[in-house]
């Protein structure tokens, strides 16, 4: 959906309900939570809002998602899902994970695959493979599928040790580890 047919919503439903139009700023935050939302279904929903609402909807994004979910569930046929393809540089979906050491510290990072440009997450930028590794990044390779490895069984350490290590540890006497770990047995 575009701003301009968001307004021209906003506009249908403020005559039927008798009120003015929201201010620009309402508007543009309004259309942030909805622009995902496609063109087709507007009539639609604006019918049901009419149905359903004796007054103008005091939450309009989340009024027109609820709406939108209803449509989806009566028109699964008119969903578009979206066929990614292998890109050697992504995650096949367009996103490339960076790792970068800056003062000793570890970051992630995430940006759009400059080569498929598959990915929609507006505010990320694109980069390549290469490029983020000639900016110093390392790449982080997603894992490929396969079976899911078994659980190893789980070692545990007997409570004598437990209790001598976190004496060691915390430079405690025995006294101390009582009162504070009484569950632990020597």
């Excluded at 994004?61 to 989806?72: G, K, L, Q």
């Amino acid at each position: 959906m575009t701003i301009i047919e968001f307004k021209e919503f906003l506009k249908d439903i403020g005559i039927y309900y008798e009120r003015k139009a929201p201010n620009d700023g309402t508007i543009e935050a309004w259309f942030e939570r909805v622009k995902k939302i496609p063109s087709e279904p507007i009539g639609w929903i604006t019918d049901k809002i009419f149905e359903a609402n004796e007054t103008y909807p005091k939450n309009i994004p989340n009024t027109m998602w609820a709406f939108y979910r209803e449509w989806v569930q009566s028109n699964p046929n008119k969903i578009v899902h979206k066929n990614y393809f292998k890109c050697p540089d992504c995650d096949g979906e367009g996103i490339i994970n960076l790792s970068k050491t800056v003062n000793n510290y570890p970051y992630k990072y995430v940006a759009r695959c400059e080569r498929c440009k598959q990915s929609d997450l507006g505010g990320i930028d694109y980069i390549s493979k290469i490029m983020a590794e000639r900016q110093g990044y390392a790449v982080m390779e997603q894992p490929t599928q396969g079976p899911i490895p078994p659980t190893p069984k789980m070692k545990f350490m007997p409570s004598s040790i437990a209790w001598h290590t976190i004496q060691e540890m915390r430079g405690l006497n025995n006294e101390t580890c009582v009162r504070r770990w009484p569950h632990i047995r020597q």
